[in-house]
């Protein structure tokens, strides 16, 4: 086969670059290890940016995004004995959307399939080739047939561990693990808040969200080598009502149907391009989950790099292709630092001097108009190409 734009990965990153590349008259074709319905059924993030929202309204993909997404002013920040909200809209003129990543992917590839644009799901041994020509290539296998796609460009977007990372020559990437985990949970039971809790408490982080009115997603903050099997339901009932708990509300529990553990750490790698490869996503950077980055991230690096791509590739301009990894990074390292700041305010250390410093921290926080702005400027998103 032969295309333009060779994706690799069909989440969210490569799905949406190919539906604004698309309406901007470049061709792409993406390739996918997983099948269809893996892919659709992966349980991630739930917010939504206002800049991710008004761009996936703009290109077409908001009618049930506006339908069934729902609008959240702010969040509530709770420690032991107390819990604040802070208004995003009044603070900084915009809230977010509780819309899952899963409704997301959903649409973007039902918009593929409008489009009759081609995704081929469940390949493997897939490789890059020639991406310092200006022909570059990618082999795969699919149904026992080995396959080469050729194209101008490649894109990878196939996150952490896929082959397009490790493509780039001699990186410079900068790395930290954090001393704990999420055990999250969905559970179908109406949520018991009206918007996201962020709790701490001595025994560590906890989060309420949502997925809709009647599925709840609900973490606890856990050591690295937890197993999921040694938390039963009722364990996890009860961790969740200690450290959201307050007087006068009440935590609702209900059947938990999904239950898995997610490590933390940040990543990034520079330049996000090397010759003809460009990354996307976390293909190029994973934040923690704490301050709601990882999907918008992935949005903004696509609605920078669709122009960019369609300049060089229409126009002969590489102008914007030559700065993309420069400009997507500046947005990147904020999101980076924004994740950090959220999540080592949040999470318990175990040392008894940290602990008073992130209550003094959530303190100031709540009662400072200067502090929850912050808070509020960076989570509910900055504009693209910030």
């Known amino acids: 086969m032969r295309t333009q734009v060779a994706i690799v990965g069909a989440g969210p990153a490569g799905l949406l670059l190919a539906h604004l590349l698309d309406r901007a008259g470049v061709e792409s074709v993406i390739v996918e290890t997983r099948s269809r319905v893996y892919v659709e059924a992966r349980i991630r993030a739930g917010i939504l940016e206002r800049s991710t929202v008004d761009l996936l309204r703009e290109v077409g993909l908001g009618e049930r995004l506006d339908r069934e997404g729902d609008q959240h002013r702010g969040i509530h920040l709770h420690w032991p004995g107390e819990r604040h909200h802070l ?5 900084v003129g915009r809230g977010v959307t509780v819309y899952g990543q899963t409704e997301v992917t959903k649409d973007l590839g039902r918009a593929r399939d409008a489009a009759g644009q081609q995704v081929v799901y469940e390949v493997a041994d897939t490789a890059l080739h020639d991406l310092d020509t200006e022909h570059p290539f990618v082999t795969y296998t699919t149904d026992g047939r080995s396959e080469r796609l050729d194209a101008e460009v490649v894109v990878g977007c196939d996150g952490s561990f896929g082959p397009s990372r490790a493509a780039v020559p001699n990186p410079v990437t900068w790395e930290r693990t954090y001393p704990y985990s999420w055990l999250g949970i969905l559970a179908d ?76 750490r940040s990543f990034v790698q520079q330049p996000m391009r090397h010759g003809r490869l460009f990354l996307a996503g976390d293909a190029a950077h994973i934040v923690p989950p704490t301050g709601a980055k990882g999907l918008n991230l992935a949005v903004a690096d696509v609605a920078l790099l669709a122009p960019a791509l369609a300049a060089l590739l229409r126009h002969k301009d590489s102008g914007p292709a030559d700065a993309y990894s420069d400009v997507a990074l500046r947005r990147v390292w904020r999101c980076t630092h924004f994740s950090w700041w959220m999540t080592t305010m949040l999470h318990a250390t175990g040392d008894q001097f940290d602990a008073q410093l992130q209550r003094s921290q959530l303190q100031w926080v709540a009662s400072s108009t200067a502090g929850a702005t912050g808070l509020a400027e960076n989570y509910a998103g900055l504009p693209i190409g910030f």
């Open 189 to 264: 039971v109406a949520p018991s808040t009206d918007e996201l809790i962020y709790a701490w408490h001595p025994d560590g982080f906890a989060l309420h969200s949502m997925r809709s009115a009647t599925v709840s997603r609900l973490y606890l903050q856990v050591p690295h080598s937890t197993d999921v099997a040694d938390w039963s339901d009722d364990r996890i009932w009860s961790a969740l009502d200690a450290r959201l708990g307050l007087d006068g509300w009440t935590l609702r529990p209900g059947p938990v149907t999904e239950k898995s553990v997610l490590p933390m």
């Open 87 to 91: 208004d995003f809209v009044d603070l």
